[in-house]
Protein backbone atom coordinates (compact mmCIF):
# COMPACT_ATOMS: atom_id res chain seq x y z
CA UNK A 1 0.00 0.00 0.00
CA UNK A 2 2.30 2.89 -1.21
CA UNK A 3 1.20 6.01 0.41
CA UNK A 4 3.64 9.09 1.17
CA UNK A 5 3.65 10.73 5.19
CA UNK A 6 4.06 15.03 5.11
CA UNK A 7 5.19 16.33 8.81
CA UNK A 8 3.06 19.59 8.38
CA UNK A 9 3.69 20.39 12.52
CA UNK A 10 5.09 19.31 15.32
CA UNK A 11 1.44 17.24 15.84
CA UNK A 12 0.11 17.26 12.31
CA UNK A 13 0.61 15.27 9.57
CA UNK A 14 -0.51 14.97 6.02
CA UNK A 15 -1.36 11.81 4.30
CA UNK A 16 -1.22 11.18 0.14
CA UNK A 17 -2.34 8.04 -0.75
CA UNK A 18 -2.24 6.47 -4.64
CA UNK A 19 -4.86 3.23 -5.44
CA UNK A 20 -3.15 1.58 -8.50
CA UNK A 21 -6.05 1.47 -11.07
CA UNK A 22 -5.21 -2.63 -11.27
CA UNK A 23 -6.47 -3.09 -7.66
CA UNK A 24 -9.03 -0.85 -8.20
CA UNK A 25 -10.03 -3.21 -11.13
CA UNK A 26 -8.94 -6.44 -9.53
CA UNK A 27 -11.54 -5.83 -6.85
CA UNK A 28 -14.30 -4.14 -8.69
CA UNK A 29 -14.25 -7.43 -11.42
CA UNK A 30 -14.03 -9.68 -8.16
CA UNK A 31 -17.16 -8.34 -6.70
CA UNK A 32 -19.26 -7.90 -10.10
CA UNK A 33 -17.84 -12.07 -10.40
CA UNK A 34 -19.88 -12.55 -7.07
CA UNK A 35 -23.05 -10.54 -8.14
CA UNK A 36 -23.36 -12.76 -11.33
CA UNK A 37 -23.50 -15.67 -9.80
CA UNK A 38 -26.75 -14.45 -8.15
CA UNK A 39 -28.56 -12.05 -10.25
CA UNK A 40 -31.68 -12.25 -11.71
CA UNK A 41 -31.78 -10.29 -15.28
CA UNK A 42 -34.56 -10.87 -17.68
CA UNK A 43 -33.63 -12.52 -20.77
CA UNK A 44 -31.05 -14.43 -19.08
CA UNK A 45 -30.80 -17.94 -16.58
CA UNK A 46 -29.62 -17.31 -13.06
CA UNK A 47 -26.00 -17.71 -12.59
CA UNK A 48 -25.72 -17.74 -16.65
CA UNK A 49 -25.72 -13.59 -16.86
CA UNK A 50 -22.46 -12.80 -18.93
CA UNK A 51 -19.81 -10.50 -17.45
CA UNK A 52 -20.40 -7.47 -19.70
CA UNK A 53 -23.94 -7.34 -18.95
CA UNK A 54 -23.31 -7.44 -15.10
CA UNK A 55 -20.76 -4.85 -15.02
CA UNK A 56 -23.45 -2.84 -17.42
CA UNK A 57 -25.76 -2.85 -15.22
CA UNK A 58 -23.91 -3.25 -11.60
CA UNK A 59 -20.85 -1.52 -12.47
CA UNK A 60 -20.84 2.53 -11.35
CA UNK A 61 -22.17 0.80 -7.98
CA UNK A 62 -19.91 -1.62 -6.99
CA UNK A 63 -16.77 0.91 -8.36
CA UNK A 64 -18.51 3.21 -5.45
CA UNK A 65 -18.32 0.64 -3.09
CA UNK A 66 -15.08 -0.75 -3.88
CA UNK A 67 -13.41 2.76 -3.45
CA UNK A 68 -15.01 3.09 -0.40
CA UNK A 69 -13.55 -0.03 1.14
CA UNK A 70 -9.87 0.73 -0.66
CA UNK A 71 -10.50 4.07 1.56
CA UNK A 72 -11.22 2.37 4.84
CA UNK A 73 -8.39 -0.31 4.18
CA UNK A 74 -5.51 2.21 3.08
CA UNK A 75 -6.84 4.52 6.31
CA UNK A 76 -6.61 1.78 8.72
CA UNK A 77 -3.38 1.02 7.56
CA UNK A 78 -1.65 4.54 7.72
CA UNK A 79 -3.56 4.31 11.67
CA UNK A 80 -1.79 0.85 12.66
CA UNK A 81 1.31 2.41 11.34
CA UNK A 82 1.90 5.37 12.70
CA UNK A 83 5.00 6.09 15.13
CA UNK A 84 2.49 8.17 17.28
CA UNK A 85 -0.95 8.10 18.42
CA UNK A 86 -3.70 9.46 16.18
CA UNK A 87 -6.12 11.84 17.67
CA UNK A 88 -7.53 12.96 14.51
CA UNK A 89 -8.49 11.01 11.17
CA UNK A 90 -9.60 13.92 9.03
CA UNK A 91 -11.78 13.67 5.99
CA UNK A 92 -10.48 12.16 3.00
CA UNK A 93 -10.35 14.55 0.14
CA UNK A 94 -10.05 12.86 -3.57
CA UNK A 95 -8.15 14.16 -6.44
CA UNK A 96 -9.63 13.70 -9.93
CA UNK A 97 -8.83 9.82 -10.89
CA UNK A 98 -11.69 9.21 -8.27
CA UNK A 99 -13.93 10.23 -11.39
CA UNK A 100 -12.07 8.56 -14.11
CA UNK A 101 -13.49 4.97 -14.96
CA UNK A 102 -10.81 2.12 -13.37
CA UNK A 103 -7.94 5.10 -13.29
CA UNK A 104 -5.78 5.32 -10.09
CA UNK A 105 -7.74 6.67 -6.89
CA UNK A 106 -5.53 9.54 -4.96
CA UNK A 107 -6.91 10.94 -2.25
CA UNK A 108 -5.10 13.43 1.23
CA UNK A 109 -6.11 12.97 4.60
CA UNK A 110 -5.25 15.23 7.56
CA UNK A 111 -4.03 13.57 10.77
CA UNK A 112 -3.15 14.81 14.58
CA UNK A 113 -1.41 12.89 16.64
CA UNK A 114 -0.48 13.04 20.23
CA UNK A 115 2.68 14.16 21.85
CA UNK A 116 4.91 11.20 23.05
CA UNK A 117 5.15 12.53 26.90
CA UNK A 118 8.27 11.28 29.16
CA UNK A 119 6.30 12.24 32.66
CA UNK A 120 8.48 13.99 34.64
CA UNK A 121 8.38 14.99 38.65
CA UNK A 122 5.95 12.43 39.78
CA UNK A 123 7.34 10.95 42.14
CA UNK A 124 7.91 12.10 46.06
CA UNK A 125 5.35 14.81 45.41
CA UNK A 126 4.56 17.29 48.46
CA UNK A 127 1.06 16.47 49.67
CA UNK A 128 -1.06 17.79 52.18
CA UNK A 129 -3.68 15.36 54.26
CA UNK A 130 -6.23 16.73 56.73
CA UNK A 131 -5.94 14.85 60.20
CA UNK A 132 -9.43 12.19 60.30
CA UNK A 133 -11.23 13.49 63.49
CA UNK A 134 -14.58 12.17 64.21
CA UNK A 135 -15.94 14.48 66.45
CA UNK A 136 -18.85 14.04 68.63
CA UNK A 137 -20.79 17.17 67.31
CA UNK A 138 -21.14 15.53 63.81
CA UNK A 139 -22.05 12.67 65.19
CA UNK A 140 -25.16 14.30 66.80
CA UNK A 141 -25.92 16.11 63.08
CA UNK A 142 -25.95 13.24 61.90
CA UNK A 143 -28.15 11.53 63.91
CA UNK A 144 -30.57 14.99 63.73
CA UNK A 145 -30.34 13.92 59.84
CA UNK A 146 -31.82 10.99 60.61
CA UNK A 147 -34.48 12.56 63.14
CA UNK A 148 -35.25 15.14 60.48
CA UNK A 149 -35.89 11.90 58.55
CA UNK A 150 -38.13 9.77 60.68
CA UNK A 151 -40.27 13.00 61.68
CA UNK A 152 -43.71 12.54 61.51
CA UNK A 153 -46.51 14.98 61.23
CA UNK A 154 -48.98 15.78 63.92
CA UNK A 155 -52.07 17.81 64.60
CA UNK A 156 -51.98 20.89 66.31
CA UNK A 157 -53.75 21.66 69.67
CA UNK A 158 -53.90 24.48 71.59
CA UNK A 159 -53.46 27.48 69.14
CA UNK A 160 -55.31 28.21 65.93
CA UNK A 161 -52.34 30.39 64.38
CA UNK A 162 -49.26 29.38 62.52
CA UNK A 163 -45.46 29.34 64.13
CA UNK A 164 -42.28 28.53 63.88
CA UNK A 165 -42.17 24.34 63.22
CA UNK A 166 -45.64 23.82 61.96
CA UNK A 167 -45.47 22.55 58.20
CA UNK A 168 -48.36 24.43 56.14
CA UNK A 169 -50.53 23.34 53.21
CA UNK A 170 -51.30 25.80 51.20
CA UNK A 171 -52.94 26.64 47.53
CA UNK A 172 -51.54 29.58 45.63
CA UNK A 173 -51.96 31.53 42.50
CA UNK A 174 -49.72 34.83 41.59
CA UNK A 175 -51.71 37.67 40.79
CA UNK A 176 -50.84 40.09 38.25
CA UNK A 177 -51.18 37.38 35.24
CA UNK A 178 -52.90 39.21 32.79
CA UNK A 179 -50.01 41.69 32.30
CA UNK A 180 -47.26 38.89 33.07
CA UNK A 181 -48.35 35.22 31.01
CA UNK A 182 -45.37 33.85 32.90
CA UNK A 183 -47.73 34.69 36.44
CA UNK A 184 -50.05 32.41 34.91
CA UNK A 185 -47.79 29.46 35.77
CA UNK A 186 -47.21 30.20 39.21
CA UNK A 187 -50.14 28.57 40.78
CA UNK A 188 -50.82 25.68 42.31
CA UNK A 189 -52.49 22.96 45.35
CA UNK A 190 -51.10 21.43 47.94
CA UNK A 191 -47.99 23.72 48.51
CA UNK A 192 -45.91 22.66 51.41
CA UNK A 193 -43.33 24.71 53.91
CA UNK A 194 -42.02 24.40 57.07
CA UNK A 195 -42.51 27.82 59.02
CA UNK A 196 -38.40 28.08 60.15
CA UNK A 197 -36.74 25.23 57.91
CA UNK A 198 -33.63 26.00 56.19
CA UNK A 199 -35.27 27.97 53.71
CA UNK A 200 -36.73 27.45 50.46
CA UNK A 201 -36.59 29.27 47.05
CA UNK A 202 -39.66 31.58 47.77
CA UNK A 203 -38.29 34.22 50.60
CA UNK A 204 -41.29 36.25 52.06
CA UNK A 205 -43.71 33.38 52.23
CA UNK A 206 -42.95 31.85 55.59
CA UNK A 207 -42.69 35.57 57.04
CA UNK A 208 -46.42 35.99 55.51
CA UNK A 209 -47.50 33.36 56.77
CA UNK A 210 -46.31 33.04 60.06
CA UNK A 211 -49.24 34.29 62.06
CA UNK A 212 -51.90 33.79 60.22
CA UNK A 213 -55.27 31.48 61.27
CA UNK A 214 -55.29 28.17 60.11
CA UNK A 215 -58.03 28.78 57.77
CA UNK A 216 -56.85 32.00 56.60
CA UNK A 217 -56.45 33.53 53.02
CA UNK A 218 -53.97 36.42 52.31
CA UNK A 219 -51.68 38.49 49.60
CA UNK A 220 -47.93 37.92 50.44
CA UNK A 221 -45.19 39.82 48.78
CA UNK A 222 -42.12 37.26 48.15
CA UNK A 223 -39.15 37.51 45.79
CA UNK A 224 -38.41 34.26 43.95
CA UNK A 225 -34.65 33.30 44.39
CA UNK A 226 -32.33 31.38 41.81
CA UNK A 227 -33.34 28.31 43.43
CA UNK A 228 -36.98 29.07 41.90
CA UNK A 229 -38.03 27.09 38.99
CA UNK A 230 -39.49 29.13 37.01
CA UNK A 231 -36.13 31.06 35.76
CA UNK A 232 -38.10 34.43 34.58
CA UNK A 233 -39.54 35.04 38.03
CA UNK A 234 -35.86 35.11 39.76
CA UNK A 235 -35.55 38.24 41.44
CA UNK A 236 -39.35 40.15 40.87
CA UNK A 237 -41.66 40.73 43.10
CA UNK A 238 -44.94 38.89 42.98
CA UNK A 239 -48.13 39.20 44.84
CA UNK A 240 -49.21 35.74 46.21
CA UNK A 241 -52.27 34.89 47.26
CA UNK A 242 -51.75 31.97 49.75
CA UNK A 243 -55.11 30.13 51.35
CA UNK A 244 -53.73 27.95 54.21
CA UNK A 245 -55.67 24.04 54.00
CA UNK A 246 -53.81 22.35 56.67
CA UNK A 247 -51.41 22.44 59.46
CA UNK A 248 -49.55 20.52 61.68
CA UNK A 249 -46.27 20.13 63.61
CA UNK A 250 -43.55 18.35 62.80
CA UNK A 251 -42.72 15.95 65.75
CA UNK A 252 -39.46 14.61 65.66
CA UNK A 253 -38.68 10.92 67.54
CA UNK A 254 -36.34 10.68 70.55
CA UNK A 255 -33.25 9.39 70.69
CA UNK A 256 -32.91 6.01 72.27
CA UNK A 257 -32.93 2.84 71.09
CA UNK A 258 -36.37 2.37 69.96
CA UNK A 259 -35.59 4.89 67.21
CA UNK A 260 -32.16 2.88 66.41
CA UNK A 261 -34.37 -0.11 65.90
CA UNK A 262 -36.91 1.97 63.88
CA UNK A 263 -33.95 3.14 61.49
CA UNK A 264 -32.87 -0.60 60.86
CA UNK A 265 -29.04 -0.10 61.39
CA UNK A 266 -28.96 -1.04 65.12
CA UNK A 267 -30.21 -2.34 67.73
CA UNK A 268 -29.55 0.22 70.57
CA UNK A 269 -28.49 3.92 70.14
CA UNK A 270 -24.97 3.27 71.12
CA UNK A 271 -24.67 0.78 68.04
CA UNK A 272 -25.82 3.50 65.96
CA UNK A 273 -23.71 6.20 67.11
CA UNK A 274 -20.52 3.47 66.23
CA UNK A 275 -21.93 2.87 63.36
CA UNK A 276 -22.66 6.57 61.87
CA UNK A 277 -18.89 7.44 63.42
CA UNK A 278 -17.82 4.61 61.20
CA UNK A 279 -19.55 6.01 58.33
CA UNK A 280 -18.24 9.45 58.94
CA UNK A 281 -14.29 8.70 59.11
CA UNK A 282 -15.22 6.67 56.16
CA UNK A 283 -16.79 9.55 54.21
CA UNK A 284 -13.44 11.56 55.54
CA UNK A 285 -11.09 9.52 54.34
CA UNK A 286 -13.09 9.23 50.71
CA UNK A 287 -12.67 13.09 50.79
CA UNK A 288 -9.00 12.94 51.87
CA UNK A 289 -7.67 10.78 48.93
CA UNK A 290 -9.71 12.59 46.16
CA UNK A 291 -8.21 15.86 48.09
CA UNK A 292 -4.70 13.84 47.55
CA UNK A 293 -5.04 13.02 44.11
CA UNK A 294 -6.45 16.81 43.34
CA UNK A 295 -2.70 17.50 44.45
CA UNK A 296 -1.38 15.08 42.17
CA UNK A 297 -2.68 16.48 39.52
CA UNK A 298 -2.16 19.56 40.13
CA UNK A 299 1.15 19.14 40.45
CA UNK A 300 1.82 17.04 37.95
CA UNK A 301 0.56 19.04 34.96
CA UNK A 302 2.97 22.00 36.59
CA UNK A 303 5.23 19.79 35.93
CA UNK A 304 5.21 18.52 32.41
CA UNK A 305 3.83 20.76 29.70
CA UNK A 306 1.85 19.03 27.10
CA UNK A 307 1.14 20.20 23.45
CA UNK A 308 -2.27 19.60 22.28
CA UNK A 309 -3.66 19.56 18.50
CA UNK A 310 -6.00 22.10 18.08
CA UNK A 311 -8.50 19.77 15.66
CA UNK A 312 -8.51 17.18 18.30
CA UNK A 313 -9.43 19.79 21.00
CA UNK A 314 -12.10 21.63 19.33
CA UNK A 315 -13.84 18.40 18.91
CA UNK A 316 -13.76 17.69 22.55
CA UNK A 317 -15.25 20.90 23.25
CA UNK A 318 -18.01 20.17 20.31
CA UNK A 319 -18.28 17.04 22.64
CA UNK A 320 -18.64 18.92 26.15
CA UNK A 321 -21.12 21.51 24.48
CA UNK A 322 -23.40 18.59 23.14
CA UNK A 323 -23.36 16.75 26.07
CA UNK A 324 -24.13 20.04 28.22
CA UNK A 325 -27.14 20.94 25.94
CA UNK A 326 -28.60 17.77 25.97
CA UNK A 327 -28.42 17.54 29.85
CA UNK A 328 -29.71 21.31 30.15
CA UNK A 329 -32.41 20.20 27.93
CA UNK A 330 -33.48 17.29 29.89
CA UNK A 331 -33.54 19.57 32.93
CA UNK A 332 -35.54 22.30 31.61
CA UNK A 333 -38.27 18.76 30.25
CA UNK A 334 -38.84 17.70 34.12
CA UNK A 335 -39.01 20.78 34.75
CA UNK A 336 -35.91 21.93 36.86
CA UNK A 337 -34.99 25.64 36.90
CA UNK A 338 -31.15 25.58 35.16
CA UNK A 339 -30.30 28.75 38.04
CA UNK A 340 -31.17 25.86 41.01
CA UNK A 341 -28.68 23.45 39.44
CA UNK A 342 -25.80 26.19 39.72
CA UNK A 343 -26.02 26.61 35.80
CA UNK A 344 -25.53 29.92 34.44
CA UNK A 345 -26.91 30.22 30.52
CA UNK A 346 -24.59 32.84 29.65
CA UNK A 347 -21.61 30.54 29.99
CA UNK A 348 -22.92 26.40 30.30
CA UNK A 349 -22.68 25.92 27.15
CA UNK A 350 -19.96 28.40 25.37
CA UNK A 351 -16.70 26.33 24.67
CA UNK A 352 -14.34 29.06 25.54
CA UNK A 353 -15.55 29.45 29.11
CA UNK A 354 -15.03 25.65 29.39
CA UNK A 355 -12.40 25.48 27.45
CA UNK A 356 -9.78 25.38 30.24
CA UNK A 357 -11.01 22.40 32.24
CA UNK A 358 -11.62 20.44 29.10
CA UNK A 359 -7.80 20.92 28.17
CA UNK A 360 -6.53 19.96 31.42
CA UNK A 361 -8.70 16.95 31.23
CA UNK A 362 -6.66 16.19 28.46
CA UNK A 363 -3.22 16.46 29.42
CA UNK A 364 -3.55 14.66 32.79
CA UNK A 365 -5.17 11.58 30.92
CA UNK A 366 -2.37 11.29 28.68
CA UNK A 367 0.18 12.00 31.54
CA UNK A 368 -1.73 9.53 33.63
CA UNK A 369 -1.19 6.91 30.80
CA UNK A 370 2.04 7.69 30.05
CA UNK A 371 2.93 6.75 33.63
CA UNK A 372 0.97 3.64 33.85
CA UNK A 373 2.74 2.55 31.18
CA UNK A 374 6.08 4.11 32.04
CA UNK A 375 5.98 2.08 35.67
CA UNK A 376 4.58 -0.57 34.12
CA UNK A 377 1.44 -0.97 36.53
CA UNK A 378 -0.59 -3.81 35.52
CA UNK A 379 -4.30 -3.81 35.76
CA UNK A 380 -5.69 -6.52 38.01
CA UNK A 381 -9.40 -7.86 38.49
CA UNK A 382 -9.72 -6.17 41.66
CA UNK A 383 -8.97 -2.54 40.17
CA UNK A 384 -11.39 -3.41 37.54
CA UNK A 385 -14.13 -4.54 39.98
CA UNK A 386 -13.51 -1.60 41.81
CA UNK A 387 -14.21 1.07 39.49
CA UNK A 388 -17.23 -1.31 38.75
CA UNK A 389 -18.53 -0.87 42.08
CA UNK A 390 -18.24 2.51 41.81
CA UNK A 391 -20.08 3.21 38.86
CA UNK A 392 -22.80 0.95 39.72
CA UNK A 393 -23.11 3.28 43.51
CA UNK A 394 -23.49 6.18 40.84
CA UNK A 395 -26.01 4.72 38.52
CA UNK A 396 -28.27 3.06 41.48
CA UNK A 397 -27.23 -0.65 40.06
CA UNK A 398 -26.17 -3.51 41.55
CA UNK A 399 -22.41 -4.23 41.10
CA UNK A 400 -23.43 -7.51 39.32
CA UNK A 401 -25.82 -5.85 37.04
CA UNK A 402 -23.79 -3.57 35.35
CA UNK A 403 -21.05 -6.37 35.35
CA UNK A 404 -23.18 -8.26 32.98
CA UNK A 405 -23.72 -5.44 31.32
CA UNK A 406 -20.52 -4.74 30.03
CA UNK A 407 -19.91 -8.12 29.34
CA UNK A 408 -22.04 -7.32 26.55
CA UNK A 409 -20.87 -3.91 25.30
CA UNK A 410 -17.33 -4.07 24.34
CA UNK A 411 -17.00 -0.52 24.42
CA UNK A 412 -18.45 0.04 27.49
CA UNK A 413 -16.28 -2.42 29.19
CA UNK A 414 -13.29 -0.50 27.45
CA UNK A 415 -14.19 2.86 29.34
CA UNK A 416 -14.70 1.15 32.69
CA UNK A 417 -10.74 -0.39 32.53
CA UNK A 418 -9.66 2.72 30.78
CA UNK A 419 -11.08 4.52 34.15
CA UNK A 420 -9.43 1.83 36.22
CA UNK A 421 -6.12 2.51 35.03
CA UNK A 422 -6.41 6.31 35.44
CA UNK A 423 -7.66 5.20 38.65
CA UNK A 424 -4.66 3.08 39.66
CA UNK A 425 -2.29 5.50 38.36
CA UNK A 426 -3.59 8.35 40.46
CA UNK A 427 -3.31 5.96 43.79
CA UNK A 428 -0.24 4.88 42.74
CA UNK A 429 1.41 8.52 42.70
CA UNK A 430 -0.16 9.16 46.12
CA UNK A 431 1.31 6.32 47.76
CA UNK A 432 4.43 7.60 46.59
CA UNK A 433 4.05 10.85 47.35
CA UNK A 434 5.68 12.68 50.64
CA UNK A 435 2.35 13.05 52.27
CA UNK A 436 1.92 15.68 55.63
CA UNK A 437 -0.75 15.64 58.04
CA UNK A 438 -2.22 18.76 58.65
CA UNK A 439 -5.20 20.11 61.14
CA UNK A 440 -8.51 19.08 60.05
CA UNK A 441 -10.54 22.19 57.68
CA UNK A 442 -6.66 24.09 56.89
CA UNK A 443 -6.77 23.11 53.26
CA UNK A 444 -10.65 23.76 53.06
CA UNK A 445 -9.85 27.51 54.56
CA UNK A 446 -6.36 27.61 52.41
CA UNK A 447 -8.77 27.05 49.72
CA UNK A 448 -10.77 30.06 50.49
CA UNK A 449 -8.48 32.42 50.84
CA UNK A 450 -6.58 31.96 47.58
CA UNK A 451 -8.33 33.56 44.53
CA UNK A 452 -9.39 31.47 42.30
CA UNK A 453 -7.14 30.78 39.75
CA UNK A 454 -7.75 30.64 35.96
CA UNK A 455 -7.22 27.12 34.60
CA UNK A 456 -3.65 27.06 32.35
CA UNK A 457 -3.90 24.48 29.02
CA UNK A 458 -0.15 24.48 29.57
CA UNK A 459 1.93 23.87 32.53
CA UNK A 460 5.38 25.14 32.91
CA UNK A 461 8.03 23.48 30.39
CA UNK A 462 9.58 21.09 32.26
CA UNK A 463 8.89 18.09 30.81
CA UNK A 464 10.53 15.65 28.49
CA UNK A 465 9.27 15.02 25.62
CA UNK A 466 9.71 11.83 23.34
CA UNK A 467 11.30 12.81 20.19
CA UNK A 468 8.87 13.01 17.71
CA UNK A 469 8.70 11.31 14.02
CA UNK A 470 10.94 13.07 11.69
CA UNK A 471 9.32 14.47 8.00
CA UNK A 472 9.02 11.00 6.01
CA UNK A 473 7.84 10.55 2.52
CA UNK A 474 7.12 6.75 2.58
CA UNK A 475 6.19 4.15 1.35
CA UNK A 476 4.50 0.76 2.65
CA UNK A 477 5.60 -2.39 1.36
CA UNK A 478 5.40 -5.95 2.37
CA UNK A 479 8.72 -5.30 4.79
CA UNK A 480 7.22 -1.99 6.39
CA UNK A 481 3.86 -3.95 6.85
CA UNK A 482 6.77 -7.04 8.51
CA UNK A 483 8.44 -4.55 10.71
CA UNK A 484 7.79 -4.78 14.14
CA UNK A 485 4.97 -2.14 14.84
CA UNK A 486 3.38 -3.54 18.26
CA UNK A 487 3.29 -0.61 19.63
CA UNK A 488 1.58 1.85 17.26
CA UNK A 489 -0.75 -1.22 16.43
CA UNK A 490 -2.30 -1.82 19.92
CA UNK A 491 -3.00 2.24 20.13
CA UNK A 492 -4.57 2.36 16.73
CA UNK A 493 -7.38 -0.47 16.95
CA UNK A 494 -10.18 2.19 17.78
CA UNK A 495 -9.50 4.81 15.49
CA UNK A 496 -9.20 2.05 12.89
CA UNK A 497 -13.07 0.72 13.75
CA UNK A 498 -13.83 4.12 12.82
CA UNK A 499 -12.10 5.06 9.73
CA UNK A 500 -14.34 1.86 8.83
CA UNK A 501 -17.49 3.20 9.68
CA UNK A 502 -16.33 6.68 7.77
CA UNK A 503 -15.39 4.93 4.57
CA UNK A 504 -18.44 3.26 4.30
CA UNK A 505 -20.60 5.98 4.77
CA UNK A 506 -19.08 7.44 1.10
CA UNK A 507 -15.55 8.25 -0.26
CA UNK A 508 -15.79 11.92 1.29
CA UNK A 509 -17.08 11.32 4.35
CA UNK A 510 -15.38 12.82 7.32
CA UNK A 511 -13.72 10.25 9.21
CA UNK A 512 -14.40 11.11 12.74
CA UNK A 513 -11.56 12.12 14.78
CA UNK A 514 -10.72 9.31 17.60
CA UNK A 515 -8.28 9.23 20.35
CA UNK A 516 -6.54 5.47 19.92
CA UNK A 517 -5.90 6.27 23.78
CA UNK A 518 -8.99 5.64 25.03
CA UNK A 519 -12.17 4.27 24.84
CA UNK A 520 -15.00 3.44 22.27
CA UNK A 521 -17.99 5.67 23.18
CA UNK A 522 -21.47 3.67 22.89
CA UNK A 523 -23.21 6.64 22.85
CA UNK A 524 -20.43 9.52 23.98
CA UNK A 525 -21.66 10.64 27.17
CA UNK A 526 -18.53 12.38 28.28
CA UNK A 527 -16.52 13.11 29.88
CA UNK A 528 -13.94 14.17 28.52
CA UNK A 529 -11.12 12.75 26.80
CA UNK A 530 -9.23 9.83 28.46
CA UNK A 531 -6.00 8.41 27.25
CA UNK A 532 -5.48 4.90 26.68
CA UNK A 533 -3.43 2.17 28.39
CA UNK A 534 -1.63 0.79 25.35
CA UNK A 535 -1.49 -2.80 27.04
CA UNK A 536 -5.14 -2.80 28.11
CA UNK A 537 -8.15 -0.37 26.61
CA UNK A 538 -8.85 -0.41 22.83
CA UNK A 539 -10.48 3.08 23.15
CA UNK A 540 -11.87 6.29 21.51
CA UNK A 541 -11.47 9.54 23.24
CA UNK A 542 -14.41 10.73 25.85
CA UNK A 543 -15.59 13.76 27.70
CA UNK A 544 -14.88 13.04 30.79
CA UNK A 545 -12.39 14.55 33.67
CA UNK A 546 -9.78 12.94 34.28
CA UNK A 547 -9.99 13.91 38.51
CA UNK A 548 -11.46 11.66 39.91
CA UNK A 549 -15.73 11.93 40.54
Do not use: C, W
Given at each position: ?????????????????????????????????????????????????????????????????????????????????????????????????????????????????????????????????????????????????????????????????????????????????????????????????????????????????????????????????ENFGIASLVGEAISLEVTVTEVKHKVLPELDDDFAKDTGQAETLDELREKLSEEIEKGLEHDAMHSLQSQVLEKLIEQNEIELPPKFVQEQLDNERNQRLRALQQAIQQGMNPASLGIDLETYADPEAFRPDVEKGICVDFLLTAIFEKEELKLEEADLMATIEHQAMHQRVQPQQLLQQLLQDQNGMAQIQHMAMLEKTRIFLVEKGEIEEVPAGSLSEEAEEKPKAKAKSKAKPKAKAKSKSKTTKKKADKDAEEKPKAKAKSKSKTTKKKADKDAEEKPKAKAKSKSKTTKAKAEKKETKPKAKAKSKSKATTTKKKADKE
Open positions: MPYEVEETGNLTRLVTVTVPAEERKKRVNKELRKIAKTAKIRGFRKGAVPFGEVKKRYGAEVDRDTIEGLVRDYLNKIVEESEQVVLHLGRPEFGDAAAVAEGDVTFTVDLEVRQDVDPVGYLGLELKKEKIEVTSEKVDERLEQLRERYATLEPISGRKKIAEGDVVTFDYEAQGAEENEELANFKGKGGQVEIGGKGGSIPGLEEGLTGLAFDATKVIEVTPN
